[in-house]
């Protein structure tokens, strides 16, 4: 299996991968399309089993790559692999490997094996099992809509492809924030502290997101539109050039990604203000408050999340790699078309969701890219 694998390069992975996403909207959509009439127990189960198909082929696809594919891959290798085999006793492991708890637990146990392939491949199935949990429990398991076109969503947005095979940590912390998200708004606060808590021992830089949604409790009763007007206000600090990074005590927090918010050295990523990221949160951000239901809990919470975030984001455009933070924002896009979707079209949501994911799915990885000329160092089209 390796010796084909080892072959292949982060770009064959990322072009497969959009092949792979773009197949299964494509046939995902028809064959939804093609039984909506049919009685809704056979739709609902299609749609899981066509989900676990999906969720099956990234885990093979995410758990069995060769060390090179993921710039974060080959540092696990080389600084955790290789330095955590020999180390038998946990409470050392943990000290001389200083990385995140429940990733630090998930080392331990698989480097036992003293194979760095079993290792991903755990990774990959704990992330994907937890997505696939995830949006089964948010579409009421399939009740409400359709799991595996909202599961394609997620995977259209720019950064899954990198929580997938690079930053794996991130990529297994996210679920949870999701899950924390969506307790949270059911009022169910002790299941979603829980949530949230696992998040932060799978990954510190869980801070962002958790600060996001604290934000957003505290600030349950402003109307929507006074964070619409502290997001246009933002929007002009991050163009004046304010950010984060001038903030030396969030520096202090640890956590290499935090850590980078202290960052002045030289990199390709283009940093300073990015209009096209601005653009792109905006543009849904117009289309979710005029077409969502503004009487529903659920939509309000997640636009003002959207809102919360965009600005922690903007006000992260000085410090490399700031997609990584956007990416906590681009989570609350597919939710809320989601539920836009269900609010507004209740009677016609399969037809209209599925395009409404071709829709999605074409405008990040083809429309993008071409307005970008695909080859760009970075953008929104780009996965670093």
């Not at 637990?105 to 392939?117: A, D, N, R």
């Not at 009740?143 to 929580?163: A, D, P, R």
């Not at 919470?301 to 681009?330: E, M, Q």
Request: net charge positive; with cysteine; glycine share 6%.
């Amino acid at each position: 299996m390796n010796s084909i694998l080892e072959n292949l390069t982060n770009n064959d992975y990322n072009n497969f991968y959009v092949w792979l996403i773009g197949c299964f909207v494509i046939f995902g959509s028809l064959i939804l399309l093609a039984l909506q009439n049919k009685p809704t127990i056979s739709l609902i189960r299609n749609d899981r089993n066509i989900l676990i198909f999906l969720i099956t082929i990234l885990i093979l696809f995410a758990g069995t790559r060769a060390v090179n594919i993921g710039t974060d891959t080959s540092n696990y290798y080389n600084y955790g692999f290789l330095k955590g085999i020999h180390i038998s006793n946990f409470f050392d492991f943990i000290e001389r490997l200083d990385t995140d708890f429940f990733f630090s637990v998930i080392m331990f146990l698989t480097f036992k094996l003293k194979s760095f392939s079993f290792f991903l491949l755990t990774v990959a199935i704990i992330m994907n099992i937890s997505f696939y949990r995830f949006v089964r429990k948010y579409t009421n398991y399939g009740e409400s809509g359709s799991s595996l076109l909202l599961f394609l969503m997620i995977t259209c947005s720019f950064v899954f492809l990198n929580y997938e095979i690079n930053i794996i940590r991130n990529g297994l912390a996210i679920p949870f924030v999701l899950f924390g998200l969506l307790y949270l708004i059911q009022k169910q606060y002790k299941i979603a502290a829980l949530y949230l808590i696992t998040s932060f021992f799978f990954h510190r830089t869980s801070l962002i997101p958790i600060g996001c949604l604290i934000m957003v409790l505290i600030g349950e009763n402003v109307k929507i539109k006074y964070f619409i007007i502290a997001y246009v206000m933002a929007i002009g600090l991050a163009f004046l050039g304010f950010g984060f990074d001038k903030l030396a005590f969030l520096a202090s927090l640890g956590g290499e990604d935090v850590q980078n918010l202290a960052f002045t050295g030289e990199t390709t990523y283009r940093v300073g203000f990015r209009i096209d990221f601005v653009f792109y949160n905006s543009m849904f951000l117009f289309l979710f408050v005029k077409f969502g239901n503004l009487n529903s809990r659920l939509n309000v919470f997640l636009i003002k999340y959207f809102i919360v975030s965009s600005v922690v984001f903007y006000f992260n455009f000085n410090i490399p790699y700031s997609d990584r933070i956007g990416g906590y924002s681009w989570l609350a896009i597919p939710l809320l078309l989601f539920s836009t979707v269900n609010s507004s079209f209740p009677r016609n949501k399969y037809t209209i969701m599925a395009w409404v994911t071709i829709f999605y799915y074409t405008f990040n990885h083809i429309i993008l890219p071409l307005i970008s000329g695909s080859g760009s160092s970075d953008g929104p089209p780009h996965h670093h």
